[in-house]
């Protein structure tokens, strides 16, 4: 079977950050510790007033066309997945097929674009349907433009307010890829959830506690489908799992039940049997209650071990770097997870190539999808070639007023004139300009 996977990434992030733990928590009248160690975030990226999901997804794409010389004859198909879109009919992806069309010569009439949902794993979906149209013959030689963005904004006041984030991330999904290759196999946990859900609003209805147990419910049913048509996954097959990552808090839990579930029966757990015995099993128990109970006991043991921490220090941590800088951006999140993970990777030495990642996708309402990635020979050209850094340190550091300005100007349903001034000026870059004749969205690109 042809090698199909990502063969180009890129990042953008929204161009304003709230400090968690010096901004946000003294307001709330919280200990600063509950965001940087209980969730384990330090900041959010916001959209600057001339940004949303149109201009972020455009100048990431811009910016992987740009690096890779790519022109608008070279994509077959642009696929955008977005949990943030403000029009019900007409997709996010013509928005940005517009603004490209603005820079580059030629166009993409030819090319198939669409837009996908189911939360944050539509950007995990896209890739997908990028990797059966290249898989069935379809592509004429054409690769995929998949972006993934988002402005995850909640209602203010609401617990997920600290773990808002606004970017995208551009991928060229191709044959013979150079970062990373897609496993044929995959799993899903699957089932109708009313745990998150905007119907009809901009920010989402959330029972946040609930939502992490669906979350980790589903993902466990995804690695049990991956397992029934892949392998028993163990803890040394992967260099690193990249998990959808709202908050890193919520990767720590799921992480632990991940490394729980590939322990069983192998030699690590009888390694561990002797310092905290061995997993309960439900059928020597009278109850679910007195099982469930006992798994907590036995899970609290596990994450205090010297191989579960060795193991985690080496395989979630290095995923959690960005995301613990720019919380949650929904579709894009599980795959800026990746980035960071590569980015560990090369700062750290590592000859990754042909080494494993098993990658977590969540999106609630609810399904979990994992598979396996393979890393391909271009991962640290590619990796390396990225500006992250530059752009999170260019970030504006908003105070607590500016950031209720900025929630406002955001808000679909506030006035729409509120005179905000831009924070830093734009360059090189999409803008939003405003609202045209059939009140659609308007974009330039600014020298
Ligand atoms: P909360 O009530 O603000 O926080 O809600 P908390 O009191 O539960 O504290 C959070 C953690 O910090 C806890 O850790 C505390 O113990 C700890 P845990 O017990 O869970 O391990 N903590 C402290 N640690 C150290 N020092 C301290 C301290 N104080 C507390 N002083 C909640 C948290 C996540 C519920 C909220 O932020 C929320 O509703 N978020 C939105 C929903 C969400 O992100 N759910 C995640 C799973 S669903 C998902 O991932 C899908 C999603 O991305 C959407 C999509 O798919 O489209 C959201």
Known sequence: MTAVGIDAIEIWTGKLMLDLPNTFAPVKGDDPEKYTKGLGLYASSFPDTYE?????GANAAKQLMDRHDLKPADIGRID?????????SKPVSTYIAGCLEQV???????????????????????????????????????????IATDTALYARGDPGEATQGAGAVAMLIDED????????????????????????????????????QVYLARMREALEDFESVAWDTHPDDFAYIPFHTPFPGMVRKAGLLGFRHMIRDTEIEDELEGEIGRQPREPDFETREDYEAAIRDHMDDLKRTDQYRAWYDATIEPT????????????GSVHIARVSAL???AETGADLVGSKLLVGSYGSGAQAEIHAETVQDGWKDEIEGLNIDEQLDARYDLSWGEYELVHDVHEYDKETDIDVEEFTP??????????????????????
């Open 80 to 88: 955008v997945a977005t949990e943030s879109a403000f029009d019900h």
């Open 343 to 345: 980015r560990h990777g």
């Open 426 to 447: 734009p360059s090189e870059e999409f803008v939003f300009t405003g609202w045209g004749r059939m009140n659609e969205r308007r974009y330039e690109y600014v020298e």
């Open 177 to 212: 890829p150079s970062v990373v290759e897609l496993s044929t196999e995959q799993g899903y946990g699957s089932m109708d959830e009313t745990d998150f859900l905007k119907p009809n609003q901009q920010f989402p209805s959330v029972d946040g506690k609930r939502s992490m």
């Open 52 to 56: 949303d999901i149109v201009t972020m």
């Open 320 to 331: 959690l770097e960005l995301s613990s800088t720019v919380g949650n951006w929904y579709t």
């Open 104 to 146: 580059y010569e030629g166009d993409f009439r030819h090319a198939n674009k669409g837009e996908r949902k189911f939360a944050c794993v539509a950007g995990t979906q896209s890739i997908d349907d990028a990797y059966n149209w290249i898989q069935a013959g379809r592509n004429r030689g054409r690769a995929a433009l998949v």
